[in-house]
């Protein structure tokens, strides 16, 4: 059963405009949560994370938001930029329930920002 | 600094084989975790190495076992491959107990024919 839920395969946004990716998950116990970045033959990169005490957390053009109460999350990125094309993977863990590094992700969602 | 090595980076097999994929670890790193990556299920969470102990482990079956050295180097093994085993296995390195400061490798993409 997926915990962690990206119901758009796919986004594309004009250059300079805004991305919105959004996620959704069901397990309550997450407190943490984080957004990656994966461009193809490399592996995922950490974009930005958010713990579950928080519901905005900005960083650069990035800024991730949780509402908690809909147990969804999404990822804002502006402007968009033609360099930000890559494939969006949210991530959830259950750090401080198991103290190990496991993450909980979504099956991603392709942005295409259009120059 | 070098980054996460993963090998091979491609494999193709046949149903019944088994494999061993091999992950190195930035320099330093005491921690390994692996990923199997498909369409279908994102990735998703094998198991995880910390100074050669598993110590935590996703929902996969008995098939899917891995390893860590005294060199924090780890590989992960797969008996008895099956169709659905086709996927990318991603590792992933790590020293401070933070999720996100896991550093990925670029992957093993394996082929089950």
């Known amino acids: 059963d997926q915990q962690v839920k990206q119901n758009s395969p796919s986004l594309s946004v004009q250059e300079g405009r805004i991305s919105i990716l959004n996620c959704d998950y069901t397990n309550s116990m997450f407190d943490y949560f984080l957004w990656y970045k994966k461009y193809p033959a490399e592996g995922p990169t950490f974009l930005i994370s958010i713990s579950s005490i928080k519901d905005k957390n900005e960083d650069g053009r990035f800024t991730v938001f949780l509402n908690k109460s809909a147990k969804h999350l999404s990822l804002h990125i502006v402007p968009s930029q033609p360099g930000d094309s890559a494939v969006y993977f949210c991530?959830?863990?259950?750090?401080?329930?198991?103290?190990?590094?496991?993450?909980?992700f979504g099956t991603g969602t392709r942005l295409t920002v259009i120059p | 600094k070098a980054g996460v090595t993963q090998t091979p980076r491609y494999l193709i097999k046949t149903r019944g084989q088994q494999v061993t994929l091999s992950c190195s670890p930035i320099s330093g790193h005491r921690s390994v975790s692996w990923y199997q990556q498909t369409p279908g299920q994102g990735l998703q969470f094998l198991f995880e190495?910390?100074?050669?102990?598993?110590?935590n482990k996703g929902n996969f079956p008995g098939r899917f076992s891995g390893r860590q050295f005294s060199n924090s180097r780890s590989e992960m093994n797969v008996s008895t491959l099956e169709l659905g085993d086709s996927a990318l296995y991603l590792c992933a390195s790590g020293n401070t107990g933070r999720v996100e400061t896991q550093y990925f490798g670029p992957g093993t993409r394996l082929l089950v024919l």
């Open positions: 190495y910390f100074s050669e102990t598993q110590r």
């Open positions: 991530a959830a863990s259950v750090e401080k329930l198991t103290g190990a590094n496991n993450l909980f």
